[in-house]
Structures are given as C-alpha cells and as structure tokens.
C-alpha cells in the first residue's frame, strides 16, 4: 500500500516536473484568414486556440499567419517559419493546392506537418511522408460516402464539381462507390456563380438525384439558384457545402439536404458535446467540420507532446502516430499512410430549436474508412 | 536629376546584395528568401518596363508570361524527374542554363503571338485585350488536367545550375541577383539604344516615326517580345525560388501586381522596378507581421503614393523627369 | 437536344447578359464622360449586395434591401470620387489602373472587416419566388425573368436620360467636348460625381440583385468586373448601346458554351473526358470572341457612339 502511494507521489512528482520544465513548443499554422475563403481559417484558427488554451500548457506558442489563398504566399510563410521563427511543427492550410505547394517542401526539411484540412490524393499516395500526418480526410472520402449513399438509395444520378483537380477526385470518389447509372456528368468553371445553364441540364437529364461537390460560394450560389428553380430532385453532396460556415449564407434552401462528414455538432460522445458548449460559449457560433477538424489536430499534438519531447523527432513521430488522444469524432486512428481511419456519416440540415440552420446525422456510411491509396505509400 | 537617381539605384543594388549577405551569416536564411522574392519581382517588373515604361504599352497581361515561365521550368523538371520524354523523345531537364533559354524562347514567342493582334488596338483597348489573353491562359492552365491543373505543379528539388549549390538559399540568391543586373544593364543599352529611342519615340509621336520611315508597329511589336521574354525568365525563377508553380502565377492580380511595383518605383525608370519590388515586398511581410487586415493598409498606401507621389517614390526623391 | 432546353438556355444567357449590361453601362459612362478606368467597380457591386443583405436581414424586407443598395453603392461612389477618383482625371490610364486595384483592396478588406469573414444570406422575396411554365412545357425561374426585366427598363431608361433629359445632353456633351461644357458654364465636377454615383448605383443594383441567387461574400465582385470589361471592350469603349450588344452577346455566348461544347465533345469522346474538354474551352469562349472582334474591329463593335 505505502509502495502504491509512493509510486503515487513519484509520478504525480514527476508530471509536475514535466511540467516546470516542459520546454516551448513552437507551432507555425498557415491558415486563410482574409478574402473570400477567410471563414474556414478563422474556424481552424479559433478552435486550435481554443484547445491550446484549454489544455492550459503555456508552453505551446502558436504563430498564425494569413495566406490569403495564394500558394506562393503560403511557401514564403512557409520558409519564413521553417527559417526565421524555427518552428518545431506546422499547420493550418485549408485548400488542397496550397497544401500541394507548401507540404512537400516543408516535410522534405524535416518537420512536421498536420493537415487539419485538405487531403490530396499525392500526400496519401505515391508522395506521402513520415512528417505528414492528416487529421482531416483523405479528399475522397466524403465523395465516397456519398457515393455509397446515393447508390443505396437512387438510380439515376446526375453528377457536378468544378473543373480542377480537387472537382475531378471528388467525382472519382464519387463514382468509386456508386454503380448505377448517371444521369450527367458536368464540369463547371472554378469560381462560377451562375448555375442556370447546369440546372437546365439537371431538369431535362431525367436524374433522380444530384450530388455536387462546389465548396465555398459556389455551393452556396448553386444551392440557392437550385431551390429557386423549382427543381425538386433530391441533392446531395459533402459536407463542404453545407458545413456551418455557408449554412447561414443559404438559408432554408439547405433545408433537408443529405451531406456527408465525419463529424456533426450533434455527434454524441462526451467531447465533442463539451467542444461545442466551449466554442459556441467562446465565439458566439457553432462550429463547423473544419473546426472540429483543428480542434483535433490541436488535441492529437498535446497528446504527442505529453509522450515525448517534440526534439526527438522520432519519438514524437511515433507519439503522433498512435493518435492516444479524445477525438470529437468518438473513434480515430492512423492509417499506414498516416491519413485517418474513421467513421463517415451522412448528415441531414434541419433547424435547431433556436431556429438556426445546423446538421443531425441521420446514418453511418462507412465504418473505420480509410482511404484508396494508402497501398501506394511506401513508408 | 538623373544623376541623384543613379545613386539611388546603386545603393539600392547594393543594399540588396549586402543585407542577404549578412542575414546568410547571422542564420537568418529567411531574410535571404525574401531579398531573392525582391530580386526575382524586379526582373520581372523591368521586362514590363521596356513595354510599358519606354513604349507606353499598358499590358494588363504580363502574368501570362511570368506564369509560362514558371510552367517551363516546372515541366522540364518534372519530366527531367519522370524520365518521360515531353513531346518527340525530347527529355525534360533540371539544367537552369536550358530551361532558361527555353523560357526565354517560350515568353518571346507567346508575346509575338499575343502582341500581334493586342498591337492593332491602342489605349484601354490595348488593356482589355492584354487582359483577355492572360485570362485564357489562366482558365487554360487551371483545367488542364495534365500537370496539376489548380493544384499546380511541384518542382520537387530545386534545378541545378553548373557549379553552385542551388539548395542553399544565397547562391540561389546570388544566381537571381547576377540575373537581375544582367536585366538592368540590358534595360539601359535598350533604352540608350537607337532601337530604345525608336520606342520612346512610339510612345509620344506615331507619325513622326513613320515619316522616317519606321514602322511603329514592328518597333512595338519587337519591344513587346524582349519584355515577354524577360518576365518569362523572372518566372522560372518565380518558380524555381518556390519549388511550385500555380495557375495563381497567371491570375490577373498577378498583372496587377507587376504594375504596380513599376508605378510604385517610377514608370519607365531604370531603378524603378527595384525600388518598388523592395517597398511592395517590405511593406507586404511588415504589415503581414502587424495585421491581419494588411491588405487594407496597403491599398492605404498604394492610394497615397499614386495620389500625392506622382512619379512614383524615386520621382519623390530624385525629382520629376521622366514620367508623363 | 429538346427545344425547351434551348429556349431556357437562351434565357439564361440573356439574364446573364442583362446583368452584365448592368455593370458595364456604369464602367463605359463613366469611361465616356470622364475618361477613367474605374478597377473598383466591381467593389460597388459587392458593396450593393452586401447593403442589401444587412438591410433585408433587419428588416425583413428584400424591397427596402434593394433600396439600401442602390443608397449604399451611390454613397460610395459619391464618397470615392470626391475623394480619390477625382484627382485622377487628368493621368494617364496607368495611374487610375493603380489606384483603383489599391481601391479593391480598401473596400475588400473594409467590407470584412464591416461583415465579418463569413458570407452573408439574402434570398428572393417571396412575390418573386416559384417558377412560370414556359412554352414547350419546361418550367423557368420568376425571378431570372423579373431580373430581365429589370435590365429592359434600366436600358430604355438610361437611353431616355441620355437622349432626352438635360441632364443626358451634358453627359452627351462631355463625352464629346469637356472644355465646352465648362465654357457652358455647366459645373463639371457635379456633373462627373454624379455619373459616378450613377454608373456606382446600377452596379449595386446588379449585385443587390444577383446576391439574392447567389453568394453574398467578399471578393464576389471581381469575376463579373473582368466580364464587364470584356463587355464594354467588345461593343466599344463609352458606348451604351455597345455595352447593351456586348452584354447579350458574351452572355448568351458564356451561356451556350458551357451548353453546348460538352456536347460537342460528346459526339467523338467519352462523356467525362468531354466534360472536361468542353468545359475547359468553354471557360475560354468568351476572351477567344473578344480577341476576334478586336482583331478585326480594334475598337469595338460600336465605336464612338453613344
């Protein structure tokens, strides 16, 4: 008994320890905070902050700097914390393509990076890397979802996203779990607002379902124009179009639209109820999937840095891998390529009893998902 | 006048040489990348300043070949890395002497193209329609779906260049800043030039210079090639400084941007473009370091330069000669 | 292909085009009369929607949103030129290019910071929601149809001001000859701030307008100004009824491309391969059209006319 109490106060010394002499972290996140896309880095920012600040560690310092969606303002950001603040680890891109410009040359100078968003298909594939850790979403998955939906339950389905390569994936995800037959395949311009010309299509194509992946403006301008003009076939689509940074900006037309996630504010486990009584008790807003996503992000490397010394890049590699953290997502853990294996829902839009637009989830698509191209990650 | 701006510019050049020097010696490898950003932008910007400084063409399309340049230099690299022939059995390369000869060549011919129907209009015309080429260059690289499209395309090590260590950020730097001398020297030949005086001739009286039997168009014309060329090259360093290139290098603020480094500086100024890179870069990381809102401030500062500075901020020092 | 797409498709580029024309018939009057290349006009776009969206969202009203935007975007045209615009008359192009791109950025970054960084909801009112059955039994927005509407009146009453009102004759007048004018004895400067608020209104009318069917956010107002221009420089720089033609051509053109050359595309390749062929070539219609007229027609279709 005396030896248990010992052994107590030892570790309880210990800890305490730690924590006097727990050496500054420095976390460099590159995130969107001006422009158009400004609303999806202020959620990452804000609930990244928030965790830090939780956690109570005042040893973690993070730098945020604005990339203002210019991948080569987000490389010079990039070099500048590699170079001049020396920061320990790296954060915060939003967008697949700054993400493509900035990852590779960060992981190639040996440190590490956490993606809280975007998930191209490279960085999960041929391209991935031991310092390249995705707490988000390979791209696919939330396409996939969809497609695993929409097969289930439609025949007929017509099929959209912008011409680029983040719009195409989506479409290949899509199309990796739907079978049946579709109705139309359209590709839009990046940074269209009209859709009459698509929808036109959509009415005449005979489609019993639609599903679109148009983040950002886009979604918001596709959806309202789509409910305007009287077509009732059911949408669908992934989260980013319905996440709770755009629900406002849509209204009602967003009402009952099935999108898929792998988070909801409604989501039931313990901390994710305690996240978003936190967020919304900070901010005056219900958080987004992109929040939830850096809340995570920030959690998985408090989780790390309470294993090992963020110096021993091995060790701390090896702490972030095991993803000993609480999830708001309930259940995750990494893949072989170091991308998420988690659990995909689809959602649906409804009206909170304060009248505010927010999701509910409505079923589970897939179960401890991965993704398509871990086999060709040689690590 | 002239002279006060002579000294200027060459305490500028040796102010941009000297502090990435010490930074390089300090460890702060960062300062470094920002002065080649520095020197990369002002080349770019003096190849624009033949055509618009000396000629007085307005192009709202230089992105196109900033951007070509730097899709030069990431194509040749990436099939230099794949080991896949480009077109015919023609290797790709990471040799920076070819890939600039070939920005050079792809720059020069994509402005004889553009120039040739954009030279038939004049004034806001000639804007518009500089504007309109850029823009199908963009949508055209942003839905080619064969080298990264809107993701663009990595450059995965930077290229090499003979005898230098490229990796290391001052002889990179160094390779830019030689380059950007080669630039400045080759921008005052043209304009000391009877071919330079031919343009700025073109640019105040049409008539007159046909009447001596020059053609002011092909004058135009063969000014508007050299300066596609120049900002071309600027590009592939464009791209090799950040290892990526982006259809973002095509956008029309990109334009924008070189624009205004040349009116921050001084139009048709041989130091202008340096002193505008310098401020532009400068106040972008400064304010970038104060506030988020830093755009704001710098659309404060653009308005008060082009409103109270006229003649750009070396007209404010070295008095108002040349523009106008 | 059914007649009724068509007939649909053909709308929708008219409504595009009416909205163009919108846009454009404020950047080519005060081109015309002031000689100014206004970058920013697209700012007064984004700040109409966004009066529009505040207003109806505190009031309920979509109507009164609509009457703050043609307010808002008039007061801040009014503001601009008497602060910044004015002062650029006299420069070259290069200049006013410069100072009003520093312009976009003010008002960008004002308007978040003003709105915060997330877009904001402003839908249709209600008397203009539903659809009409169009001949051939297909189904059409009542609100793309009341935006056309719109557009008419706006041109049959920008013609009328032009060409019949007193204050259309000093327009006329200034485009043609400023020294005689100001010998007149008509003040120039009023007259210049109020073309400005004037072409400054119809751009926030366009944006209150389009807000409602698309997204109201910051940054919303920079694609359609590079369309504007392709429009006004297509019917010739200063004239409205060039505008009007450039308006309806590149939006029935945009409209159509993104119809039909997939389909086009279809008839030899696989359907997604299509797709992205046609939608590529499509998205570069509209400047490969504008560099044939120019190439044939250096100023435009309408030159020199009002």
Known sequence: MNKLIAAAVFGLSMGVCGLAFAEPVKIGMITTTSGGGAGLGVDVRDAFQLAVKQSGNKDIEVIVEDD??????????????????????????????????????????????????????????????????????QNDNFHEAMGQYDNDNYKKTFILAPNYPAGKDALTGFKRYYKGELAGEVYTQLGQTDYAAEIAQIRASGADSVFFFLPGGMGIAFTKQYVQSGVNTPLTGPAFSFSQDVLPA??????????????????????????????????????????AQSYDTANLILSALAKASVKDKDAFRAALKAADFKSVRGKFKFNTNQHPIQDIYIREVVKAEDGALTNKIVSTAFTDHGDAYAEQCKM | MRGRET?????LMALLLVVPAVASQAGEPFYVTLATRIAILALAATGLN??????????????????????????????????????????????????????????????????????????????????AFAQMVYYFAVSWPAYGGEDGLPILLRNQFPGVNTLKPLPFFLICYVLLAAGL????????????????????????????????????????VISGAITALAGALFADLNRFVSPSMLSWQMSGELIVLIILGGVGRLSGPVVGAIVYVVLEYVLGGITERWQLFLGLVLLVVVLFARGGLIGLVAGRARHG | MQLALVIEQLLNGLQLGVMLFLMAAGLTLIFGVMGLINLAHGSLYMVGAFACAAVAAWTGSFWLGLVASLAAAAAAGAVVELLVVRRLYGRDHLDQVLATF????????????????????????????????LPGGSQYPLYRLAIIGVGILVAVGLYLLISRTRLGMRIRAGESDREMIAALGVDVATLYTLVFALGAALAGLAGAMVGAIQSVQVGMGEPVL???????????????RGALVGALLVGVVDTLGRFLLPQLFGLFMAPSQAGLVGGALASMLIYVVMALILAFRPRGLFAGEV
């Not at chain 1, 891109?93 to 410009?101: G, R």
Request: proline share 5%.
């Open chain 1, 250 to 291: 849509i209204g009602d037309a967003a009402l009952g639209v099935k999108n898929s996630a792998s988070w909801s504010p409604d989501l039931d486990n313990a901390e994710n109820k305690a996240f978003v009584e936190a967020f919304k008790a900070e901010f005056k807003r219900i958080p987004s999937v992109y929040a």
């Open chain 3, 102 to 133: 520093a312009l976009i950025l003010v008002f960008s970054e004002g308007t978040r910071w003003l709105f915060g960084s997330f877009p904001l909801y402003l839908d249709i009112p209600p008397l203009l929601s539903g659809a009409v059955s």
């Open chain 2, 185 to 224: 020297a080759f921008f005052a030949l043209l304009r000391g030039s009877r071919f330079g005086a031919a343009l700025q001739a073109s640019r105040q009286n049409d008539t007159r210079l046909a009447a001596v039997g020059i053609a002011p168009y092909r004058v135009r014309l063969a000014a508007f």
């Open chain 1, 68 to 137: 203002a969606q210019k991948p080569e303002l987000a490389v010079q950001l990039a070099d500048k914390m590699v170079q001049s603040d020396h920061v320990d680890l790296m954060t915060g891109i939003i967008w697949s393509n700054l993400a493509m410009a900035v990852v590779p040359a960060v992981t190639a100078q040996d440190i590490i990076y956490l993606s809280p968003n975007a998930g191209p298909s490279p960085l999960a594939g041929a391209q991935c890397n031991k310092n390249y850790f995705n707490v988000a979403y």
């Open chain 3, 226 to 240: 590079i369309l504007a221009f392709v429009v006004i420089v297509i019917g010739g720089i200063g004239s409205i």
């Open chain 2, 7 to 11: 000294i200027i510019g060459i305490a």
């Open chain 2, 50 to 131: 033949i055509a618009l400084g000396l000629g007085g063409l307005v192009s709202f399309g230089h992105a196109a070949f900033f951007g070509v340049g730097g899709y030069v230099a990431g194509i040749l690299a990436a099939h230099a890395m794949s080991m896949e022939p480009i077109l015919l059995g023609i290797p790709g390369t990471k040799q920076m002497l070819v890939i600039w000869l070939v920005a050079l060549a792809a720059g020069g011919l994509l402005a004889l193209a553009i120039g040739a129907i954009s030279l038939r209009t004049t004034g806001v015309y000639f804007i518009m329609i500089t504007l």
